[in-house]
């Protein structure tokens, strides 16, 4: 985590990694495909719709999508963690996506658990910045400055 951060002082780094690591994770159900077979044809991604049981949302609440540990479902199948947004009220359906990495079609089985949906306290966009890319030369100071938080130390880049 360090290396990726590495224009964040240490002590910013370490605080965010022990403050993820002490959220509590709350699990606000588990996925299940649906009650028929599904084909997902050679090197495609279909969503599949799983049917949410929770009780009613007061608001709109984002959810993220975790794969089960030990999948059940065809190796060949991939399944990534996904961010989602359920309705407010009584949420019936999620649509996760299922990849099909091989060059044939592929079988998910009727009632097969693909993970759970954890609750999430919040989202924030957050510009993120490659090195191994070249940076725009067309910002402005103004725009450079809003990328700095304070929380970031800022060095001097030498123009060559």
């Known amino acids: 985590m360090s290396s990726a951060l590495?224009?964040?002082?240490?002590?910013?780094?370490t605080a965010l990694?022990?403050?993820?690591?002490?959220?509590?994770?709350?699990?606000?159900?588990?996925?299940?495909?649906?009650?028929?077979?599904?084909?997902?044809?050679?090197?495609?991604?279909?969503?599949?719709?799983?049917?949410?049981?929770?009780?009613?949302?007061?608001?709109?609440?984002?959810?993220?999508?975790?794969?089960?540990?030990?999948?059940v479902w065809p190796?060949?199948?991939?399944?990534?963690?996904?961010?989602?947004?359920?309705?407010?009220?009584l949420p019936r359906k999620v649509n996760i996506e299922v990849h099909n990495r091989t060059r044939h079609d592929m079988i998910l089985g009727r009632h097969t658990p693909l993970g759970s949906l954890h609750?999430?306290?919040?989202?924030?966009?957050?510009?993120?910045?490659?090195?191994?890319?070249p940076q725009p030369e067309s910002r402005t100071s103004n725009e450079e400055d809003n990328l700095v938080s304070p929380e970031c130390e800022s060095q001097p880049v030498s123009q060559e």
């Open 119 to 133: 609750l999430v306290q919040s989202v924030a966009p957050l510009e993120v910045q490659r090195k191994d890319l």
């Open 17 to 71: 990694v022990d403050l993820v690591q002490s959220a509590g994770v709350e699990r606000l159900c588990l996925l299940s495909s649906g009650k028929n077979n599904l084909t997902v044809s050679r090197g495609q991604t279909v969503a599949v719709a799983c049917r949410v049981y929770c009780s009613p949302l007061g608001e709109r609440t984002p959810v993220l999508f975790e794969p089960a540990q030990e999948p």
């Open 6 to 13: 590495s224009e964040v002082k240490q002590e910013s780094v």
């Open 75 to 89: 190796a060949e199948l991939a399944l990534s963690e996904q961010l989602r947004l359920l309705p407010r009220g």
